[in-house]
């Protein structure tokens, strides 16, 4: 049974830092594409970045981008998501998503973790 | 950037046929997913590649994808499909984008 689990979410300070983590099992992790999607508190879904599965391709949303740094272990089965300079809009519950190819070459998500919170406030 | 237009509310009674839009510009040379997350929960995949179901998706879920507009029909739908629904694609331009959701209500 394929299973991603989040972990390191919390409360934050603006401007601080947090490294959520998203442990892996049930299926062969290096293999596959992985992607961190988050959800602001009553509003929709937002990608936020993308690894392949060897980490040597890395896309990430505007919103993020040089703030927030994807990274992976294989080895340990684990996918990571360093948040540097938090924003109050950066304020969501992350979700660890594991990527499958459409017919089109590109990313969707075929099983998600169950999310963390995190929150970032004075 | 690319834009997924979704309407933010459909209400159907039970074992009606719900149908979900996604407009955006040319999305029919794009492939379309679909998600549904109840409150509290994950989001799971119930469409992917604009019409394929995931093993365990009931035959009711179904999608198609042409033109400017795809769509999600929910057949003979059930209180338990009240939820939001999410479409999805990857644009050259913008990278990865969602719609901004859909909340069904089961009458």
């Known amino acids: 049974e394929v299973q991603l689990v989040e972990s390191g979410g919390g409360l934050v300070q603006p401007g601080g830092s947090l490294r959520l983590s998203c442990a892996a099992s049930?299926?062969?992790?290096?293999?596959?594409?992985m992607n961190w999607v988050r959800q602001a508190p009553g509003k929709g879904l937002e990608w936020v970045s993308y690894?392949?599965?060897?980490?040597?391709?890395?896309y990430y949303a505007d919103s993020v981008k040089g703030r927030f740094t994807i990274s992976r272990d294989n080895a340990k089965n684990s996918l990571y998501l360093q948040m540097n300079s938090l924003r109050a809009e950066d304020t969501a519950v992350y979700y660890c998503?594991?990527?499958?190819?459409?017919?089109?070459?590109?990313?969707?998500?075929?099983?998600w973790g169950q999310g963390t919170l995190v929150t970032v406030s004075s | 950037s690319y834009v997924l237009t979704q309407p933010p509310s459909v209400s159907v009674a039970p074992g009606q046929t719900a149908r979900i839009t996604c407009g955006g510009n040319n999305i029919g040379s794009k492939s379309v997913h679909w998600y549904q997350q109840k409150p509290g929960q994950a989001p799971v995949l119930v469409v992917y590649d604009d019409s394929d179901r995931p093993s365990g998706i009931p035959e009711r879920f179904s999608g198609s994808n042409s033109g400017n507009t795809a769509t999600l029909t929910i057949s003979r739908v059930e209180a338990g499909d009240e939820a939001d629904y999410y479409c999805q694609v990857w644009d050259s331009s913008s990278d990865l984008q969602f719609g901004g959701g859909t909340k069904l209500t089961v009458l």
């Open positions: 049930g299926f062969t992790f290096s293999s596959y594409e």
């Open positions: 690894i392949s599965s060897s980490g040597s391709t890395i």
């Open positions: 998503a594991r990527g499958a190819t459409g017919w089109d070459g590109y990313n969707y998500f075929d099983y």
